[in-house]
């Protein structure tokens, strides 16, 4: 089994509707990210929690929320969903116990498409 | 603040020929330094870390990578292409202290001709 969920793999939306991604892990990690990829663009940072009680906003957190439900589930959330919020969405997760920049492990990414 | 550059958007190489993909980074001191590879369709998988230590990093798949201070670069190498290794890769550096948040290159797509 993944040791990193998404859920769903692909959804397509309207603009205007609330959208759901879900992320579960079961590595035990406490630090969860949700990146956003574009073409051409790399890996946007969206929001990232070290912990449960720890939730920071990254790069480009307009329009997005999360929320971190136990240590193993981190969802993002899209208030009301508009067109160039089309993106592949992934969550990661990494340790936090050594110290420095950890290696960070990904899901398998969500596609989402607004229309 | 720190930054990562990908000169390559798109690199094409024959079955068997050597890569070199290029990273540039730009940070106050000695970052950490990753390069990821991203297979259609999956998420991203490590290929290998710096941290510190011994400047040429083995990775899996047969990757190196050699951390060159002076020249701020952490270029990505294979000795010989294979078909499988058509991929997206990703160069990124991270922090020592602070927040420990990785900032992501855009991205190198390696096109393996048979």
């Known amino acids: 089994d993944a040791d990193v969920t998404q859920t769903p793999r692909n959804r397509i939306t309207k603009t205007g509707k609330r959208i759901m991604l879900e992320c579960s892990q079961t590595?035990?990690?406490?630090?969860m990210y949700w990146y956003r990829q574009d073409p051409g663009l790399g890996l946007r940072l969206i929001y990232y929690?070290?912990?449960?009680?720890?939730?920071n906003k990254g790069e480009i957190s307009d329009g997005y929320s999360v929320s971190r439900q136990a240590q193993a589930k981190f969802s993002l959330s899209l208030e009301s969903a508009i067109p160039n919020q089309t993106a592949l969405y992934f969550c990661a997760t990494s340790d936090g116990r050594q110290g420095g920049t950890d290696t960070q492990y990904f899901g398998p990414g969500t596609r989402l498409t607004v229309l | 603040a720190q930054s990562v550059t990908q000169p390559d958007i798109h690199i094409t190489v024959s079955e068997g020929a050597s890569l070199e993909l290029r990273c540039n980074y730009s940070y106050g001191a000695t970052p950490y330094l990753f390069w990821y590879v991203q297979s259609p369709g999956q998420g991203l998988q490590l290929l290998l870390k710096y941290f510190s230590g011994d400047t040429l990093v083995q990775g899996i798949k047969g990757f190196e990578a050699e951390f060159k201070r002076s020249q701020s670069s952490f270029n990505l190498r294979k000795p010989s292409v294979h078909w499988s290794d058509a991929a997206e890769y990703f160069c990124?550096?991270?922090?020592?202290?602070?927040?420990?948040?990785?900032?992501f290159g855009r991205g190198t797509s390696l096109i393996v001709h048979p």
């Open positions: 929690s070290f912990d449960v009680k720890d939730i």
């Open positions: 990124a550096v991270g922090p020592r202290g602070g927040s420990y948040i990785p900032t």
């Open positions: 590595k035990g990690h406490d630090r």
